[in-house]
Nanobody, 126 residues
Framework: QVQLVESGGGSVQAGGSLRLSCAASGDTFKSYSMAWFRQAPGKEHEGVAFISSDSVRSMYADSVKGRFTISVDNTKKILFLQMNSLEPEDTAMYYC???????????????????RGQGTQVTVSS
């Protein structure tokens, strides 16, 4: 079992930065693949960034490539999402998710992840 708690959201102006954190407790953190998702009002969950359990592989949605960076501190059991050059379109609730293994074709599918946090709100104003 893994429990996930996100933090670090807030309100910023366009062009600003935020760093989201996802603290994990429970099972061995290193054995899980992790991802960040976001959900804007009235929209489906959108995969933003993924990192494999060995931290070797990462992938990003086209909309955030070059602006967002996913990383993990296995010692402290914290997943991060560094978000730079934020745009109003990035406004959403951001969630972290974890699972022991995720098929490459499913890494940005919210429903396949067994463990999911409650979210942290990010609001970007123009």
């Amino acid at each position: 079992q893994v429990q996930l708690v996100e933090s670090g959201g807030g309100s910023v102006q366009a062009g600003g930065s935020l760093r989201l954190s996802c603290a994990a407790s429970g099972d061995t953190f290193k054995s899980y693949s992790m991802a960040w998702f976001r959900q804007a009002p009235g929209k489906e969950h959108e995969g933003v960034a993924f990192i494999s359990s060995d931290s070797v592989r990462s992938m990003y949605a086209d909309s955030v490539k070059g602006r967002f960076t996913i990383s993990v501190d296995n010692t402290k059991k914290i997943l991060f999402l560094q978000m730079n050059s934020l745009e109003p379109e990035d406004t959403a609730m951001y969630y972290c998710a974890a699972d022991k293994w995720v098929a490459p074709s499913s890494r940005f599918y919210w429903s396949v992840y067994a463990y999911r946090g409650q979210g942290t709100q990010v609001t970007v104003s123009s």
